[in-house]
């Protein structure tokens, strides 16, 4: 969406660098110890824009949805980034939606005017922006995973993949900035793919959806990522053609430890097999991959117990 808003203005927009080893000790090397993995990553990337770019699009992040809140640190991020040498001008709107959905206007506005004085052009790329990202989440809702959806929107493949043929499915919850970054989650949605399991995860149901099994809860969580992880988990926990489900979080983070637990308690109590993953810098892949393989061992052996093989 913003890429597309940027590109209508006349900007070239480029992308940090796919995440690495090397990133992620850029970032280690500037963060401090308290952050979460996914912090410190993003910590990396930006200094990997530093020389390449003119500005740096970094906004805060206060509210997405109407009485609630995005993660704190996410939300202090540009002020951490900001006491860093040598970057660029940060481009740090406020994107607040607490009270109203309409006050995204402001920040659009602000943003754009480091382009051009039209509010009319400005307008005509931020709705064409709204038009792709409605067509991403629609791809996304077909099944697609975030990079074939993205690779499809920016004609790099015209067709999407074809299914695969799988003899389990398995939910895969966490914040997308985990599951989705091949390197902080060590490609683990290809891995299981590759072990013969077809991935779920909460960007592929629709928006009413998860909120309609997140108000199962006695109160509302006030987090909008940790409620769609609790949305998508209670999900997926009724539906019959799910298997078991992996919750990944990450390590320093304070809203996974509440919602993990909460997701935890809802499988043990069906009966649904559950597998827990906590990552950070120190993670190795190795003792991940052995813990798939031995999950979806676990999965099958249940799957058939109950099929009565």
């Given at each position: 969406m913003w890429r597309t808003f940027f590109e209508e203005l006349g900007a070239k927009v480029v992308i940090s660098s796919p995440s690495t080893k090397g990133i992620l000790n850029k970032g280690l090397k500037h963060a401090v110890d308290e952050v979460c993995l996914p912090i410190k990553m993003a910590f990396g990337h930006i200094i990997d824009l530093a020389g390449r770019v003119d500005y740096i699009f970094l906004p805060r992040m206060v509210s997405v949805a109407r009485r609630e809140y995005i993660c704190p640190k996410f939300l202090g991020l540009p002020d951490m980034i900001r006491r860093l040498d040598?970057?660029?001008?940060l481009i740090d709107v406020n994107i607040d939606l607490y009270r109203n959905k309409k006050d995204i206007f402001g920040p659009v506005k602000e943003?754009?005017?480091?382009?051009?004085?039209?509010?009319?052009?400005?307008?005509?790329?931020?709705?064409?922006?709204?038009?792709?990202?409605?067509?991403?989440?629609?791809?996304?809702q077909l099944?697609?995973?975030?990079?074939?959806?993205?690779?499809i929107l920016e004609d790099r493949v015209k067709e999407p993949p074809p299914p695969c043929r799988d003899d389990l499915t398995v939910a895969l919850i966490g914040h997308p900035y985990n599951l989705y970054d091949s390197y902080v989650s060590m490609n683990m949605i290809e891995r299981l793919r590759s072990m013969g399991a077809k991935v779920v995860t909460a960007e592929l149901l629709p928006e009413k959806t998860v909120r309609e099994k997140?108000?199962?809860?006695?109160?509302?969580?006030?987090?909008?990522?940790?409620?769609?992880?609790?949305?998508?988990?209670?999900?997926?926990?009724?539906?019959?053609?799910?298997?078991?489900?992996?919750?990944?979080?990450?390590?320093?983070?304070?809203?996974d430890s509440m919602t993990g637990e909460l997701i935890e308690r809802r499988a043990r109590g069906l009966g649904m097999p559950f597998l827990n993953i906590t990552l950070d810098e120190h993670t190795g892949e190795a003792g991940v991959v052995t813990?798939?393989?031995?999950?979806?061992?676990?999965?099958?052996?249940?799957?058939?117990?109950t099929a009565g093989i």
């Open positions: 040598g970057l660029p001008p943003a754009g005017r480091l382009f051009t004085e039209s509010s009319v052009k400005i307008f005509l790329a931020f709705r064409r922006s709204l038009k792709v990202q409605k067509e991403y989440l629609r791809l996304l099944g697609l995973m975030p990079a074939e959806a993205l690779a997140a108000s199962c809860l006695p109160k509302k969580l006030f987090w909008t990522l940790g409620q769609k992880m609790i949305g998508a988990a209670f999900h997926y926990l009724e539906e019959a053609g799910v298997s078991g489900m992996i919750h990944v979080a990450a390590f320093g983070c304070g809203p813990r798939l393989e031995a999950f979806l061992d676990m999965v099958r052996w249940k799957k058939a117990e």
